[in-house]
């Protein structure tokens, strides 16, 4: 007897370092295509110019998308100042040119606390962003003009980490939400030169790094190998930073047929709030739902997994 993966069953989080050039949502294709499976989807999407940390979620970790995209963020940038362009980066076409020889480092250096904290930021015209459910890249591509609207981004550190003038490298760590290329374009507006991006990678996110990323060729080994599973994190370590509860046999029943559950005994470090988020796993350590704590005592389910459980086939 041959046991066979149905690949239909794979589920889990895949840290794939996107390749330059192409979108998020390609690498999303790469992966169904591979994997021959339709519920595949990405957290944290990175322009085509961008490489590094992308998350894939396969299976029933695509219900876990939205634990994975808040967190802190970690990218190197490279900046070419002189030359600002339409979509902040070098994919775009250049709409101002200035002579960025009289910039220094120290000049530079003096005005980056201006983006370090809690700080008002403007979106690029073109990105994700959604205008009444368009996104305004096609808005942009349709020489629409939108009002940008400011929204507040936090910056927890930013750092020249190689200055070349008229290139230099910024390392950024930030919070979700944080857009690197408005960071470069203000960055030149600032310093009356204009800049953008020619090189971005995000080398973490939250507690994923680029140095356990795998590339798609390593992804389409595994395939051919039919060994997927060992590249796949477990759906776990998406919610790793949720207060945890082990249930009982009873209560894993009980919350599988959508019940809520009492915990009198559950303790944490910090009391709980209401609408609180918690992570319940099987006695064997499986994550089988995200519940929601309520202030009379009970724990509602707010999304119920089913256990990973490998087809075993008999092949003549």
């Not at 990175?46 to 802190?72: H, K, N, S, W």
């Not at 530079?108 to 959604?130: E, V």
């Not at 590339?215 to 949720?242: C, F, G, R, W």
């Amino acid at each position: 007897m041959i046991r066979v993966v149905d690949s239909s069953n794979l589920t889990g989080i895949l840290n794939i370092n996107k390749p330059k050039g192409i979108t998020s949502h390609d690498v999303v294709n790469e992966v169904r295509k591979r994997l021959k499976l339709r519920k595949v989807g990405h957290s944290g999407t990175l322009d085509p110019l961008a490489t590094g940390v992308l998350l894939v979620c396969v299976g029933q970790a695509t219900r876990l998308i939205e634990y994975l995209m808040f967190g802190q963020k970690e990218y190197e940038a490279v900046i070419r100042l002189g030359q600002a362009t339409d979509t902040y980066d070098a994919d775009g076409m250049i709409v101002a040119e200035h002579d960025p020889s009289l910039i220094t480092q120290v000049d530079i250096q003096a005005i980056l606390g201006r983006f370090q904290g809690a700080i008002i930021q403007y979106p690029p015209p073109f990105s994700a962003i959604k205008k009444d459910g368009v996104p305004l890249y096609k808005l942009a591509r349709q020489g629409k003009s939108v009002p940008l609207e400011p929204r507040q981004v936090k910056i927890d550190s930013i750092k020249i980490l190689n200055c070349d003038l008229p290139e230099l490298t910024l390392g950024v760590t930030c919070q979700a939400g944080t857009y690197i290329r408005s960071i470069a374009h203000d960055l030149g507006e600032i310093l009356g030169v204009g800049a953008h991006v020619t090189e971005l990678k995000r080398v973490a996110s939250g507690a994923w790094h680029l140095n356990q990323a795998i590339s798609l060729a390593t992804l389409a080994k595994a395939v051919q190998n039919d060994e997927v599973e060992t590249i796949l994190y477990p759906m776990s370590k998406a919610v790793a930073h949720l207060p945890a509860l082990t249930l009982s046999v009873e209560q894993e029943q009980a919350i599988g047929m959508g019940q809520r559950i009492q915990i009198k005994l559950f303790k944490t470090e910090v009391p709980l709030k209401d609408t609180e988020v918690i992570a319940g796993y099987s006695i064997s350590g499986e994550l089988v739902a995200i519940l929601v704590y309520q202030t009379d005592g009970f724990l509602k389910p707010k999304k119920v997994f089913k256990p990973f459980q490998p087809k075993t086939v008999s092949l003549l």
